[in-house]
């Protein structure tokens, strides 16, 4: 079984929907299945048909939530060492061709969030940042081609 690591705010963040799932998602899911039953014949009723797949998908939901919470451990902030790209750490990377800085929080693929800075150590990126140190260059193959990178800056 793969273990998850996850930062302590994604645990929680992933709990809470978890919990919301299994109170208020079923609760409507329920609601809506009452609703399409009470329209009559079910062998012909379309919407009692979908809302016994969103059902289905709810559930999927949240079975996937309960086994990445149950095979996860919390990494602490503090215990990361600086020296070399790893879980949690925020990197700044160069993109040398373009003369960019970006910079990038590296997280499970669970709490992955480009928008906020935030990339799975899953993705070609993340894995090529993880285990790095300051000043290493290394290229990568991402979709849209190659980027040459290098690691400026290490942080907790």
């Known amino acids: ?10 645990y929680e963040k992933l709990d809470a929907e978890l919990r919301d799932l299994k109170t208020r998602g079923r609760k409507e899911i329920a609601e809506e299945i009452a609703e399409a039953r009470a ?3 079910l062998s012909e009723n379309a919407e009692y048909d979908a809302a016994k797949e969103a059902q289905g998908h709810l559930e999927k939901k949240i079975a996937e939530l309960e086994n ?22 925020t990197v700044t990377i160069l993109n040398q061709k ?4 970006m910079k990038y929080t590296l997280v ?8 906020a800075g935030k990339i ?3 993705s070609p990126i993340g894995k090529a940042i993880l285990g790095r140190e300051v000043g290493e260059e290394f290229t990568v193959d991402v979709p849209a081609g190659k980027l040459e ?4 800056k290490i942080e907790r």
Do not use: H, W
């Open 39 to 41: 329209k009559g014949d």
């Open 108 to 115: 499970s693929k669970d709490e992955a969030d480009f928008k």
């Open 149 to 152: 990178l290098k690691i400026q």
């Open 68 to 89: 990445t919470l149950a095979t996860s451990s919390i990494i602490d902030e503090k215990d990361i060492n600086t020296s070399k790209a790893y879980l949690l750490s």
């Open 98 to 101: 373009m003369g960019k800085e």
């Open 1 to 10: 079984m793969k273990k998850n690591y996850l930062s302590r705010e994604g």
């Open 120 to 122: 799975s150590v899953d």
